[in-house]
């Protein structure tokens, strides 16, 4: 492998290659746009894509692609060949500057939640050129955003780029106020943590359920899972190694900073952590991490899943999103400083968050909502539906001491004026002691960790981008009208704490005491994706994403919309295949291990000896499997009862309510079944061997 230095971002048509491949004038205005958000002139997209179809076909790429995300959460590609015919009968290869910023795309099955009718299908899509261009596969893929012709988001990208504006508006403003007028942009930065599972590529295409759901429908617990706590950070296995060093090249290749790697807490669990970027960027970069670890786990005979939840009993995997603000002069806003000044500037962004998070549990709640995820929050292993804020103990002390007006006790004594001192130092909790809280300050970010492990980091991001923007835009309104602006500013922060310190929570989240408090308290407990979803059309929240011009009503209609119909979907899709594998796999192995059982005990009998284990076990497997098959007919029924309805609501309603605790019980029989049948009887393999199998 040649180094990494010299391999990293080899397929990234990144500034280094720009500066180095662009005119100086084409360069600068390009620049400008990237920059400060300026339009691209069409001369300069010409060079730009003239440039970047050269050196694409010096890096072996053949076609090219506006490489979007559609409002299914994964990314969506059409690949055009560079070339065009000559007269003669050759061809040459071209690739204009229209073909690079705008793109028509057909793509009348993506969903798009009633926003284009088919006979409209057409939707387009734009160059997102705060992304780099990158070479997969040999074709070149531009990152873009994906709307209709009337400008509605279809994709996951345009809120997301709309929303870090709302957030760079209201922030500058800030700044300004604090006289930072060097800050002209304020961006947000992301992290996301991805957990996933690998399985054996041989074992996992003997279960359908791995297949068709991603995730198992089936599975008796085996005698081990994670009690040991043996794998979190255990020695890696040479196989998962192998991958994971082959993943790594890919990523570097493609310029994303693939810096941490680790065993998780379950068996044939693992993670993946990037370093840090600009927000578009950062979910670009998770959507093709995603990519490549399917991809290059086939490589060594082994299957990456991205379900939140693929097997009961252990961990399911998620995606912690570190989340963050700096200026364009390279400050986070989320540093705590050391003068005066800063420790009240960091006071107030801080206080912004505070109040955004508990003014919108919903839409955070809401954001991390799928059928998926549903299994996996609550479970005492991710966070709560609850949203709250751990702080950490010293923190939360200074913020009451401010709200107390009084003198803070902790390691220093300090008035506690916002503005005059600088906030006493406090220990950070960069060793996030609190793995329990959605939504933990470690340091110098925020961390929102109830995100699922297969969905796209942007749908977080926009709600909390958003909702900061709210935050802060109320407290521009304010502070600019200030006479006094020390004194409304210290007034501000305590009034605000004062109204929603109730969301700041430093215990376990895991623990009934909590669920009880929470209640005492007011916060919502949005328990599925059937109560979360709803609350994007609630009437203050469509206010607050037109407001900062995120996402329209109909807009927000449409996502709303889709989640639930793809709720609905999956839950169906996983109901029959339980079914499936029930009626053509359980049943006949069951069957066929009472015909050998029973026969087994005619010959005995036959031949003068008795064994009495023999019709016990007999009447437990037939009694179970009774009780199988009678369940398997009620999910069956219920499933052929489906309300004939266009409301995705209501589908989503029926299969929460009827459905799910159908398929539970079906594999309660199946589970049980699995533990009193011959293991060589058993139609697919087992936890144990999917779970610990891999060295
Ligand atoms: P842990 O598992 O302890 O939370 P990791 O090192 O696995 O820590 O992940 C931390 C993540 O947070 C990394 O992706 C890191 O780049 C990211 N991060 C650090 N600082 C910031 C920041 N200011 N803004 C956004 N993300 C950040
Ligand atoms: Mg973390």
Redo the contacts with the bound molecule.
Sequence with gaps: MAGVEELFAVNVFNDAVMRQRLPKETYKALHKTIDEGRRLDAEVASVVANAMKDWALEHGATHYTHWFQPLNSVTAEKHDAFITPVPGGSVIQEFSGKELVRGEADASSLPNGGLRSTFEARGYTAWDPTSYAFIKDHILCIPTAYCSYGGEALDKKTPLLRSMEALNRQAVRILHLFGRMDATRVI??????QEYFLVDKELFDRRSDLIFAGRTLFGAKPPKGQELGDHFFGTIQARVQAFMSDLNEELWKLGV?A??E?NETAPAQH?M?????VANV?CDHNQLTMEMMKKVALRHNLVCLLAEKPFEGVNGSGK?N?????TNTGY?L??PGDSPHESAQFLLFLTSVIKAVDEYQDLLRASVASAGNDHRLGGCEAPPPIVSIFLGDELTEILEALEAGAIYSGREKTDMTVGVHALPKFPRD???RNRTSPFAF????F?FRSLGSSASVSDANVVLNTIVAESLRQFADELEQAEDFRGTLHELIVRNIHEHKRIIFNGNNYSDEWVKEAGRRGLLSLASTVDALPCYTAEKNIRLFETHKVLSESELRSRQDIGLDSYAKMINIEAETMLMMGRRQILPAVLGYIGSLSSACVSLRNAGASLACGSSLLSDLCQETDRLKARMDDLANILAAKPDTESAAASAVYMHDQVLPAMAAVRASADHLECITDRSCWPFPTYDELLFSIQ
């Design positions: 947000p930065t992301v992290g996301p943590e900073l810096k941490t680790h993670e952590a990037p370093i840090y970027a950062a912690h570190n989340w963050s603000m700096f986070n989320l540093e960069t060793t996030d470690t340091g110098n970010k961390e």
